[in-house]
């Protein structure tokens, strides 16, 4: 699905100029968030490669303009983003394009693209994600972005899940077909269902947040 195309902004530029001109103003706004967002890891890499791939062309004086027609074809998919990539943007593109004009300081397809303006974007969209990053449960951060100490407790919460799990059930049959023995025997069994049921759902809050449970 297509995110934002420079030709449907092209009868948006009203001022008289050349057809290169008339490309960069009406993708400008395209080209500075595919900047901003390739540098920071959110392309999708069977596409577009490593980032470290991307950033070598950044660094060879392309620029997010220019990548989004040389290697985009002017059209800027969702399919050009990584998974987290498509989660931020559907979040927060709509609202970066209404509040373009704030963010820069002047309207829409009225300027080329220029250092300014990517330094200006690069800003908002820095504290937009840190925002939503702040905001997002920690279970939902892409598996290759989670440290190697986060991953080894999510393993380990994981089997210890599926353990007592096994163990709960194997207790609530147990306590079922235990009435007509010793009271202190039933009791026992209740406590048991009750501290392993407790068990699992500190495992899965622990796997919600793992750095905060490291230790």
């Known amino acids: 699905m297509a995110i934002d195309r420079i030709d449907w902004h092209w009868d948006e530029v009203t001022d008289v100029v050349s057809d290169d001109e008339h490309w960069e103003r009406a993708g400008a ?12 890891g959110l392309a999708n890499p069977e596409i577009h490669g490593s980032i470290e791939d991307i950033q070598d062309i950044f ?14 074809d002017a059209k800027f998919w969702d399919d050009d983003l990584n998974e987290e990539g498509k989660r931020f943007t559907s979040y927060a593109y709509d609202e970066y394009f209404e509040d373009f004009e ?9 300027k080329n693209y220029n250092q300014q303006d990517l330094e200006a974007v690069s800003k908002y969209l820095d504290k937009v994600y840190e925002d939503y990053l702040a905001n997002q449960p920690r ?3 892409k598996e290759e972005n ?3 100490v986060e991953n080894e407790i999510i393993e380990r919460c994981n089997f210890l899940i599926k353990g007592l799990t096994i163990l709960d059930i ?46």
């Open 29 to 40: 706004h395209i080209g500075y968030y595919i900047e901003w967002a390739f540098r920071n």
């Open 59 to 72: 660094n060879s004086d392309v620029n997010g303009l220019q990548y989004l027609i040389e290697y985009c």
């Open 102 to 110: 704030k963010i820069v300081g002047h309207k829409l397809y009225t």
């Open 139 to 141: 279970n939902q951060i």
């Open 146 to 148: 989670r440290t190697p």
């Open 170 to 215: 194997f207790v609530i049959i147990m306590f079922c077909v235990s009435f007509g023995i010793e009271t202190a025997a039933i009791i026992a069994f209740g406590i048991l269902v009750v501290a392993l049921t407790l068990s699992i759902v500190l495992l899965k809050k622990a796997k919600k947040d793992p750095l905060k449970y490291k230790k």
